[in-house]
């Protein structure tokens, strides 16, 4: 019995000294790429109408306010433009006017609440300008009406919204 424990013993000697096979490695490295492309856009979710309701004729400066919804990439600079619409017959977007038929209602987007800065389409004069973030930035379109005393009718204009980045 000593004989066999003698030779279990020397057996795990020898395990324990035993120099274990080394395992080989090789390494190497590569990359991880993406570009990214500024972006923009300015119909989602879709605008706010400036709707100035039903009004009597006898109104004045009737307010309405809408709204645009710009959602772009973070750290891109962009400027918003409203047009003059579609019946200011080439006056700018001083002459902007709803139409039925022949009949023009004046009114005047302006991009602050007070009602003071016409928001038109010269960069740098009367646009509105911002910086993405990557959400949903909303930007309120005030609107006004001087005077509602014309022919009673339903008026209409589209002005087009144009973000440049």
């Known amino acids: 019995m000593s004989r066999h424990l003698s030779t279990i013993l020397v057996l795990a000697a020898?395990?324990?000294?035993?120099?274990?096979?080394?395992?080989?490695?090789?390494?190497?490295?590569?990359q991880v790429?993406?570009?990214?492309?500024?972006?923009?856009?300015?119909d989602t979710p879709a605008p706010t109408d400036v709707d100035f309701g039903t009004?009597?004729?006898?109104?004045?400066?009737?307010?309405?306010?809408g709204q645009l919804n710009v959602n772009c990439t973070p750290g891109t600079g962009y400027t918003i433009a409203l047009d003059d619409g579609q019946n200011s017959g080439g006056g700018g977007v001083g002459a902007r006017a709803m139409a039925n038929g022949a009949d023009l209602v004046p009114y005047q987007l302006y991009s602050d609440a007070a009602r003071t800065t016409v928001w038109g389409e010269t960069t740098g004069t009367d646009t509105v300008a911002g910086t993405g973030t990557g959400a949903v930035q909303p930007y309120s379109v005030y609107g006004?009406?001087?005077?509602?005393n014309f022919p009673a009718a339903s008026y209409l204009d589209v002005v087009t919204a144009t973000i440049t980045f």
């Open 14 to 30: 020898a395990a324990l000294l035993a120099h274990p096979a080394m395992a080989q490695t090789a390494t190497t490295t590569f």
């Open 33 to 42: 790429r993406i570009t990214i492309q500024s972006s923009c856009t300015i």
């Open 55 to 65: 009004q009597p004729s006898s109104a004045t400066n009737v307010d309405a306010i």
């Open 144 to 148: 006004r009406v001087p005077s509602a």
